[in-house]
């Protein structure tokens, strides 16, 4: 008993020693951060930090490597328990007849630890110590996770480390998709890593690579045919650069979770033709100054990213801004959000699709916004204002609103960048004041076609508590659809009903941002244009530079479909066909529209009224001036007076109330003919003062719906002047504090308005 006690005592540490004598981590070497796509392809890799390109370890190794791998150098891998005795014998008796080292017995598993002990000495007690860590490596592994970290960690040549790392660098593909020759050729590299070098060794390694497919044929793993046509493959040439095919995204993971492998949805092959997409217009673009983009390509079915282009990394060197990545990037919105402003407007019954905006000059505490045409039309259909993308109809809807219901909107949808409250961004937040991002707009957008194309039955909770109604997005949706499109595409309403997409545009002040976001059942396409700097140009618009790109990305695209109208959650409308607003008893013509089943509704129009005419027909009469018994009635649409002088010039259908018949008392048919443009009701004037000190003044404008019409301008009952005919204005020059403006006609007709100079 006590002799068995000195042997437990003795064996004891041994035992202890042994198991504990593997460290749990024989790796710990940086490793290159890596990016593959949803089909395997890898998309971008970056060389770890000292200096190799070593992949992140793979779940396991190819087939055709391992029966490489094993038949060069570890023959009986699959039963030895790390350490061949057969080998060492063989080795002995070699080096004993030779009188030197001219054979090893290193199996595969002592190769691992040798790999994993970089700085050890290469003497015998080192292989003696290998051979000890191998059967406990043996014990700890499979034989498959140990020919793993062999595949992982040796050396193919170069800077180049592990079986992945060389099938790209040297093959371009994935290790799982090499031939048989190229799966010899890297099998016998790690024994002499030297032979890969371009123009050296190349008859050497050759060599023993037809040597290692011979002698798989020899053992049946390759049949004569095979092995023949595998020796008539070519060694590469040279190394080849890694993939870099998504280089922001890539860049935008490791500064968020390091250099490891990340794996992601984006399609290669799309990836690649979005690409070329970008380098074919930057090449354009760039011949003014327009040096920058951003595209973002989703999925619509479960919001995956597809394709992702940051910036134009690499399309000419030393390119200003390049490396930014500008999808994630904040940039003014320019006018993209005017289609969730008109979608909220809908649901909340504020507005109609083709109810009339009015579309005239506009000013609110001295912002004043204007069309990008520089033009006004009078009265303009909410749908057409949204595919037209008006600016000053834009601004009347979020103030008819409200601007801070419109914020709350936009961030129950997502854009997380508008942190400020409505007071700061004011009405200017549907013009381009707010500042978002390409990924929250491709998220907004992919979110609401998400919503329209589900089941309302099977409808994931994050699209159901969308604050958007799916009948809401199909009307938006429809608008967006008409819109005109670039020259390049100027014959799109010929394609097939599959090419048919929302899309809107939006151009920041100064031109310093273009953007274009596209929607079909399937695809979201986002697209920014600009320098990441914020230098604007001339002529970049939404239109003229994202749009084009969006539009040849949807081609690159497989062919979409239209979303269904949501029936379940829309009613039909009778609408008079001259508003767009809910018919009267008296309009005339009328459309039947379908619209979002709601309980609120814009009131009934009040364009189309009853007048009287004279006997001819050519005269507006009342009872002042004309017998009751000869009047003829009749149903006009009169527009108020600033809408109507806009509106006939570019409607040549619309007819004007008829001259007042002689006599005709003003007022008595409850219609009056001035309207005060600017200024408006209650605002303040900040006047401007010149280099001589003096007061820059103010001009006033008003409109007569007598185009022939003189009008008399009166300022807290101080006589400033006269004006004749079509838009009246005068330059005036009122001192600081409140003041009365009131203008007449010379029928007695009048309008004030009270406002403050400052």
């Known amino acids: 008993m006590p002799k068995f006690k000195k042997i437990i005592l003795i064996l004891a540490p041994l035992v202890l020693l042994y198991a504990f004598c593997l460290p749990w981590k024989l790796f710990r070497s940086p490793v290159s951060a890596t990016l593959t796509g949803r089909d395997g392809v890898l998309l971008g890799a970056r060389i770890a930090d000292d200096g190799q390109w070593r ?420 009307l938006t949706f429809e608008a967006l659809a008409k819109a005109n499109r670039p020259e390049e595409e100027a014959s799109w309403r010929a394609y097939a009903s599959g090419r048919k997409i929302a899309w809107k545009t939006g151009t920041s002040w100064g031109n310093r941002d273009a953007w274009s976001v596209g929607a079909t059942r399937e695809y979201v396409v986002g697209v920014w244009v600009g320098n990441s700097d914020g230098e604007g140009r001339s002529q970049m618009t939404g239109v003229g530079y994202a749009a084009p790109v969006m539009f040849d990305v949807f081609a690159a695209l497989p062919p979409s479909h239209w979303f269904s109208m949501p029936e379940d959650e829309m009613v039909p409308l009778e609408v008079c066909s001259k508003s767009g607003l809910p018919a009267s008893r008296i309009c005339p013509e009328r459309d039947t529209v379908w619209v979002p089943d709601i309980e609120r509704r814009p009131d009934e129009c009040r364009y189309h009224r009853v007048v009287h005419l004279d006997a001819t027909g050519e005269y507006l009469v009342n009872s002042s001036c004309y017998p009751v018994e000869k009047m003829k009635e009749a149903v006009w649409f009169v527009l108020p007076p600033a809408m109507e002088w806009y509106y006939m010039k570019n409607h040549l259908d619309y007819r004007p109330l008829p001259p007042k018949y002689p006599g005709f008392e003003s007022g008595s048919e409850g219609l009056n003919p001035i309207e005060i443009i600017y200024p408006q009701q209650g605002i303040t004037v900040v006047t401007t003062v010149g280099l001589d000190g003096r007061g820059q003044g103010v001009v006033v404008r008003a409109a007569h719906r007598d185009t022939k019409a003189e009008l008399y301008w009166h300022l807290d009952d101080r006589y400033l002047g006269r004006t004749l005919g079509g838009e009246h204005e005068l330059m005036i020059h009122p001192e600081p504090g409140m003041h009365l403006l009131v203008v007449m006609d010379g029928e007695g007709a009048s309008r004030a308005v009270q406002f403050t100079v400052k």
């Not at 290692?212 to 092995?227: H, P, T």
């Not at 979005?274 to 074919?280: C, D, E, H, P, Q």
């Not at 037209?388 to 809807?397: A, F, G, Q, W």
Request: hydrophobic share 40%; with cysteine; net charge neutral.
């Open 55 to 474: 992949f992140p370890p793979a779940d396991s190794v190819p087939d055709k490597f391992a029966k490489c791998i094993v038949c060069y150098e570890d023959k009986r891998f699959w039963w030895h328990p790390g350490v061949d005795f057969l080998s060492i014998g063989r080795a002995l008796r070699q080096n004993a007849a030779r009188g030197e080292v001219v054979s090893g017995a290193s199996t595969i598993t002592m190769q691992v630890i040798r790999l994993s002990r970089p700085d050890a000495p290469r003497s015998v007690p080192e292989k003696m110590l290998e051979a000890v860590l191998a059967t406990r490596l043996e014990i700890r592994h499979s034989k498959r996770k140990i020919l793993l970290l062999y595949a992982s960690n040796a050396p193919f040549g170069g800077n180049v480390v592990g079986l992945d790392a060389a099938a790209w660098r040297y093959f371009g593909r994935p290790a799982g998709e090499l031939s048989w020759a190229e799966s010899a050729m890297l099998a016998v590299l790690p024994n002499s890593p030297a032979l890969i070098h371009p123009g050296r060794n190349r008859e050497r390694l050759l060599e023993k690579r037809n040597f290692l497919l011979d002698k798989l044929c020899a053992e049946g793993v390759l049949d004569e045919l095979e092995c023949e046509l595998a020796k008539d493959e070519p060694l590469p040439e040279k190394p080849l650069p890694m993939p870099d095919k998504a280089y922001h995204l890539l860049e935008r993971l490791r500064a968020e979770g390091g250099d490891k492998a990340y794996t992601c949805s984006i399609d290669a092959a799309l990836q690649e033709r979005v690409n070329g997409i970008a380098r074919s217009h930057f090449a354009l673009y760039h011949q003014n100054m327009v040096d920058n983009m951003g595209i973002l390509v989703r999925s619509v079915s479960d919001g995956s990213v597809l394709a992702y282009v940051g910036n134009t990394k690499g399309f000419e060197p030393g390119l200003r801004g390049a490396d930014v990545d500008m999808v994630p990037a904040a940039r003014s919105s320019g006018s993209t959000l005017k289609p969730l402003l008109y979608a909220a407007m809908l649901q909340s019954g504020d507005i109609l699709p083709g109810m009339l905006i009015k579309d005239t000059p506009y000013n609110y505490n001295n912002f004043s916004p204007h069309n990008f045409n520089r033009t006004f039309d009078g009265a303009v259909p909410a749908d057409e204002v949204i595919s037209r993308s008006l600016n000053v109809p834009s601004v009347r809807m979020l103030e008819q609103y409200g601007a801070p219901r419109f914020l709350d909107l936009l961030k129950k949808m997502g854009f997380s960048t508008i942190t400020k409250d409505a007071d700061h961004y004011g009405l200017s937040l549907i013009l381009g004041g707010a500042e978002i991002t390409l990924e929250s707009l491709a998220c907004a957008y992919r979110d609401m076609a998400a919503k329209l194309a589900s089941d309302p039955d099977d409808m994931p909770r994050e699209l159901a508590s969308l604050p958007l109604s799916r009948a809401a997005i199909y």
